[in-house]
């Protein structure tokens, strides 16, 4: 089992070429690289050149870091046209860094707007197939989550669109700080995943929907917006110790990823503890006879 940070919380002090150092020295052997503005921004072409990916890879192997996955977020399904073909133009542009930098996964968003599902699919699949050739020629597993506001959010249903897709090299990424939001049912979401499980994202939310939806007020009454976090684990109310029960019920050795937002102040700690408490799940609920090697 590969334990990766995603050091996002480092992004504003630090460059895209500065990060490796600063995942190992929180003591992790693995990097995420989610959108960062040097590297491969939210909703807008990568912004680094070939010499920088180069000096990325060079960097991470010299630090002892591999690279999980890079972590693009576009809008390849819409809502226009337009905002489709430049997402996938930079889809393009990040499977050929990610191959680049000798990494063989990416992971991301359904995206689209979830008041517009139809549409928003028949966007993503036209994007999927002219992107699938690139995936399938260059050996890069592509793996989906659904996210609030996406115009798939729930687990299930997300589950079953990866397995429609009906290719091996796309899987399926559970985020725990998304619990409340695709249905608040790990065990069932994980386990109906099987072996297209293949990522986890590691942070801690508040119950959004607890006392009678309460537990966030939002103005206008009615609101659509979803709300969430990404705190450190024990902060929030999603249960972990189910999360893992049913992580070793289905036998997953894939990538666990700390990806905590929101406390920079506290960032170097936090994730050193994140890492201790993913182990000690780890150690729990798999059992000595059948633990993955943790790395």
């Known amino acids: 089992m590969k334990l990766a940070l995603d050091p996002q919380m480092f992004y504003a002090t630090h460059s895209v070429l500065e990060l490796p150092d600063v995942v190992a020295r929180a003591g992790y052997s693995w990097m995420e690289l989610s959108p960062k503005d040097d590297f491969v921004p939210f909703f807008r072409y990568p912004r680094a050149d070939d010499a920088t990916v180069a000096a990325l890879r060079r960097r991470a192997a010299d630090a002892g870091v ?35 930098l000798g990494v063989d996964v990416m992971n991301s968003e359904f995206n689209g707007r979830p008041e517009s599902p139809e549409h ?63 249905g608040n049912d ?41 709300v969430h976090q990404h705190a450190e684990m024990g902060r929030g109310e999603v249960d972990f110790d189910a999360v893992f029960a049913a992580l070793a019920a289905n036998g997953f050795d894939g990538v666990v990823s700390s990806c905590v937002f929101g406390w920079e102040e506290q960032a170097t700690e936090i994730s050193v503890r994140q890492r201790e408490k993913a182990v000690a799940l780890v150690e729990k609920h798999y059992g000595a006879d059948r633990r993955p090697a943790v790395r």
């Open 186 to 226: 790990p065990a069932g979401i994980i386990g109906a995943a099987g072996d297209r499980l293949a990522y986890v994202h590691l942070a801690d939310t508040l119950d959004h929907t607890a006392s009678n939806g309460l537990r966030y007020i939002v103005n206008p009454p009615g609101s659509t917006v979803r």
């Open 66 to 100: 591999g690279i999980a996955s890079v972590l693009p977020v576009l809008r390849w399904s819409g809502p226009g046209e337009d905002e489709r073909q430049a997402a996938v133009r930079a889809w393009k542009r990040a499977i050929r860094m990610t191959v680049d």
């Open 120 to 182: 928003a699919e028949s966007q993503f699949l036209r994007s999927f197939d002219e992107l699938a050739p690139m995936f399938e020629r260059e050996g890069v597993t592509l793996v989906l989550e659904p996210h609030p506001d996406d115009f798939i959010e729930d687990g299930h249903a997300a589950v079953n669109m990866v397995r429609g897709l009906n290719a091996g090299w796309v899987r399926f990424l559970y985020c725990t700080p998304h619990t409340f939001h695709q």
